[in-house]
């Protein structure tokens, strides 16, 4: 039994030590990525081990359009499509079934289709005028492609429709629907009843709109104004709500710095959110509870629109319960454009447009409940006491070991469980008439820790 539990204690040891290895603090970028020419969309894979970026190459080098493919296991690049049909590829969006991603390119009339299992072009839907963003219903059986407009049809800005595809066939069918001008982004909900587009517009305070198109007999049913310069939208798990930036001018002046909140059950703006300078993409947990929202930060040195120039760029998480941008900021690279939050809620990655990079942020997954009491043991004259503590884990992905320390700067390790064992500790022979305060950490399998929960000794058990 002795031989047995040594050899149970060095396995722990062992976890443990692999786990502080790779251990990240939530909310943290743990590695940046680099990628191809001034990288815009994003889509992570149905399983999380690959992400899809639609290199956008802004600056026109020749092989510069490109998607670049992430391992995610292991934060490096894959693979770099390159194919003809690459033009100014702007969004990335993957069907449920994690078979095929679809590239929208900006600076033409296409959608080029990759087959995931090949990451190999294998074909074209035409049709389009700047297509700028896709989503897919449900049942995947259909698609809604925004047009912003493009060199080919109206020009860049000037778009004012969302074209419909049968994803079997790949064609577009029915006719235009008509939006605002410049739909920059478009969602659907959960159910798949809704799409809604953000419509830029000319960025000017209060000139967007957001258009409402029922798509059980795709009209538009509701518009929806007071944007300014609205960028990115994300829809709520629940469905209940809607997430938009507010870009602010593509001149940037006057700049933005808000996200706005739509009720959906009345369509009707409810909170506006104050973030940093020019919210460019959103996105929001698997769980509902945060919202993460890129600042791009580029602005021109004069007034006169020269010297572009790439400040800090920055992450904001909204708490979707309260509407108010909760700590930290979270430093990326510059001019984080999009975001995308992994099917499983472990990581977020952002497009780095300037830097042409992608960073991986750590998000929290799982929240601890902890509480602690005094236990006596008594034998013959002699009293030990000890100090019990417990608590309960919930979220996802939860921790896969936990860490007691008797220090809020974690210095004082107590003692370590994992969780497959019962979720309490004892500490043995303390000190009378002293107040305790244990300090817990957890980290599940990605390697993100917990936010150290304290738990004082305030009774007797």
């Not at 587009?197 to 007071?226: E, H, K, L, R």
């Not at 320390?405 to 064992?421: E, F, H, N, S, V």
């Not at 599940?444 to 009774?459: K, W, Y």
């Amino acid at each position: 039994m002795l031989l047995k539990s040594t050899i149970n204690h060095l396995m722990v040891v062992c976890l443990l030590i692999l786990g502080a290895l790779h251990a990240a603090q939530p909310n943290s970028v743990v590695a940046t990525i680099n990628v191809g020419v001034t990288p815009a969309g994003i889509a992570v894979t149905p399983d999380n081990k690959f992400a899809y970026v639609a290199n956008n190459n802004n600056y026109s080098i020749t092989g510069g359009d490109s998607v670049s493919v992430l391992d995610l296991t292991n934060n490096l690049l894959y693979t770099t499509i390159l194919d003809e049909s690459f033009n100014q590829p702007y969004t990335v969006t993957i069907n449920a079934s994690g078979t095929t991603a679809y590239i929208t390119n900006s600076n033409s009339t296409t959608i080029s289709i990759i087959d995931i299992p090949t990451n190999s072009v294998t074909g074209t839907i035409t049709g389009f005028d700047g297509p700028s963003g896709m989503v897919i219903t449900p049942n995947g059986n259909f698609a809604y492609v925004n047009n912003y407009g493009g060199p080919g049809g109206v020009g860049s800005g000037n778009g004012t429709t969302v074209r419909i595809v049968n994803l079997t066939t790949n064609t577009i069918v029915g006719a235009p629907i008509a939006v605002g001008q410049a739909p920059a982004a478009l969602a659907i909900t959960p159910h798949g009843a809704f799409v809604y587009v953000a419509n830029y517009v000319d960025g000017n305070t209060g000139t967007g709109t957001v258009s409402v198109i029922q798509t059980s007999n795709n009209t538009v049913v509701a518009t929806i104004p007071g944007f300014s310069g609205p960028f990115g939208i994300a829809i709520t798990p629940n469905g209940k709500y809607a997430y938009v930036t507010n870009f602010g001018s593509n001149n940037f002046d006057p700049i933005g710095t808000t996200a706005s909140v739509i009720d959906l059950s009345n369509n009707t703006i409810t909170a506006t959110i104050k973030l940093d300078i020019q919210p460019s993409g959103i996105a929001i947990t698997p769980d509902g509870q945060f919202a993460y929202a890129t600042n791009y930060d580029t602005l021109y040195t004069d007034t006169s629109f020269t010297n572009l120039v790439a400040g800090q760029g920055t992450v904001n998480i909204i708490d979707i319960a309260t509407n108010t941008v909760i700590p930290p900021i979270i430093a990326v690279g510059q001019s984080p454009d999009s975001v995308a939050i992994a099917p499983d809620g472990l990581f977020a990655y952002v497009t780095n447009y300037t830097s042409n990079s992608v960073s991986v942020i750590a998000l929290p997954t799982f929240s601890i409940t902890a509480q602690g009491c005094q236990l006596q043991d008594r034998f013959l004259t002699h009293i030990n006491l000890i100090n019990k503590l417990t608590w309960t884990a919930t979220g996802t992905s939860l921790p896969v070991s936990y860490a007691i320390y008797r220090d809020a700067p974690l210095t004082d390790l107590a003692g370590t469980i994992l969780a497959t064992q019962p979720l309490v500790f004892f500490d043995y022979n303390v000190t009378p008439n002293i107040a305790y305060t244990y300090y817990i950490v957890g980290t599940n399998s990605a390697g993100t820790l917990s936010t150290p929960i304290a738990a004082t000794i305030t009774q007797n058990c």
